[in-house]
Structure formats: C-alpha cells, structure tokens
C-alpha cells in the first residue's frame, strides 16, 4: 500500500497566523484611510446611458470634454459596442443638456436617479444580510460539528470559521477601498454579491478540512493532534487547489477578455476565493492547534 506524504504544516503556524492577522489590520487601514467609493446603488446620484451615432470616443475623451461642466467625479463604463455608462453626482436637467451640448453625436438611451433615503435603506439592508450570513454560517458549522471529544467541542470549529469568514470580509472591503482609489472602482450591489460569495466558498473549504480533522479523530491511530491536523491538510490539499482553480479559470476569462461591466466583480471574487483557500488549508488547522493543546 502506497504510504501517504505528510508535510508539517503545523510547523509554520505561527507564521500562517501572523499573516492572516496582518492582512486583517492593513484591510481595516485601507478601509478607513481610503473607504470605499459607494456607487449609485449605495451613494446615490444620476446614472444616464448613451449611444453615439458614429464612432465611440474613449474614456479619456469623453471625460476631457465633461471637465469644463464641474460635474465632479464622472465614472464612465463601457457596455455595448457604442454605448456607455456615465456616473456621476445628482444633475439638474440644466447640466443633463449640457452633457449632450458637449457630447455632440450622442443621444440618451436612458437615465435613472437614485435618492439619498433608498441608498441609506439598501446600505443597512446590506449591513444586516452580511451579519445574518456570517452568524448563519458560524451557527450551521456549530450544529453540524458536534463534540468530538473532550476539548473538541463544536464552538471551537464555528469560532474558527467565523474568523476566517470575517477577515475575508474585511479583506475584499479593504480590496475594493484601494481599487476604489487607484481605478475608481466602486462598491455596488455586484461586490456585494461577489463578497457573499465569497462567504459561501470559503466556508465550504473549512467544513472541508474540518470535516476530514473529525473523521481521522475518531479513527485516530495517535492522539497527536498536529500529526492529525497535518494528516488532513495533505488529505484535501490536492482536492481544494484543484477546486479552486477550476473556480478560478473561468472567472479570469472575464479579465482576459475585458468585460468591463464585470471586471471588478471578478477581482474581488478571485481574491476571495484564493484568501478562503488560503486560510482553510494554512491558517484554520493553525488556529485549532493554538486553541486546543490536546485531544
């Protein structure tokens, strides 16, 4: 019978930890010090879609001619072949036709104005679904896990997760308040949408891991647990890379070929996807051995 490779993962665990923690305090700095640059779903404002009759001018030109119209920031996204998309601060109807004084060959396609009182509402909604998510997950893996043994008791395995689902939270927040600075992207409801995501990937990774620590726990050969821990790590390390990356590849694709409507959406889930990996197969069994001294 083919003898099973263990690599000491263990070995490095304060390292693991160290990291996990460092990534969570410079995530908060760039949350505070950047903050995330809400957009129309979350700050409110005006978003108008045009279609030019000729060719379409680039971002560059299009911006260089909206500048003399104190418009303040003026976010424009791509969509189909001759439209785009312009974001910017609520506009009087005054400042609306200056636009299309400016943008000659241009007509409207359509324009929404979203209010201070729905962005708020949507804002705390989003507050509260994100909580509810993270308490849900750290409750099902308390139910699901039950006491192994004496000290490996189900709290133990929900806390871990719940520490792992919050820094990644935090990490994709601090992700999108840098991007926001150095590429003006926004947080709007498909971040949003990618971070839950993220969430469910990432806790699907821990049960993973945990759920195999449990299994060779009860069929334990030894009572060391880092051999144990070890043993599970080199287990499920081929099988989450791989599930990873199948992950991964197609969303990368949307990078590739440049869909902008989507392009920060797949930034944010790729990180989140490659930190929930991360920590599932360095940082949750680390955790484990640091709470717990023995079985």
């Known amino acids: 019978m083919k003898e099973e490779k263990i690599f000491n993962f263990l070995k490095f665990k304060n390292l693991f930890i160290f990291i996990f923690f460092g ?33 379409k001018p680039n971002s560059q030109e299009i911006k260089q001619k909206l500048s003399e119209l104190n418009l303040g920031e003026v976010i424009i996204q791509e969509t189909e072949k001759n439209r785009v998309l312009l974001k910017m601060r609520k506009i009087s109807e005054r400042e609306k036709s200056q636009i299309f004084e400016k943008l000659k060959d241009a007509k409207e396609i359509r324009s929404e104005m979203v209010g201070p009182t729905i962005s708020l509402e949507l804002k705390r909604k989003s507050l509260w679904l994100t909580l509810f998510s993270l308490i ?25 997760s719940f520490l792992g689902l919050f820094q990644n939270t935090i990490f994709l927040l601090g992700v999108v308040s840098v991007l926001g600075k150095l ?18 990937y990432g806790i699907n990774d821990t049960i993973v891991l945990f759920d195999r620590i449990r299994e060779n726990v009860l069929k334990r050969k030894t009572k ?6 070890n043993s599970s790590i080199s287990q499920t390390f081929s099988r989450q890379v791989n599930t990873s ?14 869909v902008e409507s989507l392009k920060f959406f797949s930034m944010v ?8 990996t991360l920590f599932s197969l360095f940082v949750g069994g680390s955790m484990l051995r640091l709470i717990i001294k023995e079985l």
């Not at 305090?25 to 505070?32: D, E, G, K, T, Y």
């Not at 997950?137 to 008791?153: E, P």
């Not at 060391?224 to 821990?229: G, K, P, R, T, V």
């Open 269 to 276: 889930l790729v990180l989140g996807i490659l930190n929930s």
């Open 136 to 160: 849900a997950i750290s409750v099902y893996i308390a139910l699901a896990f039950k006491r192994i043994t004496k000290n490996l008791s189900p709290l133990v395995f929900s806390t871990i």
């Open 183 to 200: 590429s003006n992207a926004e947080f709007n409801i498909s971040i949003l949408i990618a971070i839950l995501t993220c969430l469910g």
């Open 224 to 229: 060391d647990l880092s051999e144990i821990i």
């Open 23 to 55: 990534i969570f305090i410079l995530s908060v700095f760039s949350i505070f010090y950047f903050k995330p640059k809400m957009g129309l779903d979350f700050g409110g404002g005006t978003l108008i879609e045009i279609e030019f009759e000729k060719e």
């Open 245 to 258: 990356l199948v992950t991964i590849f197609p969303v990368l694709a949307i990078l590739f070929f440049k």
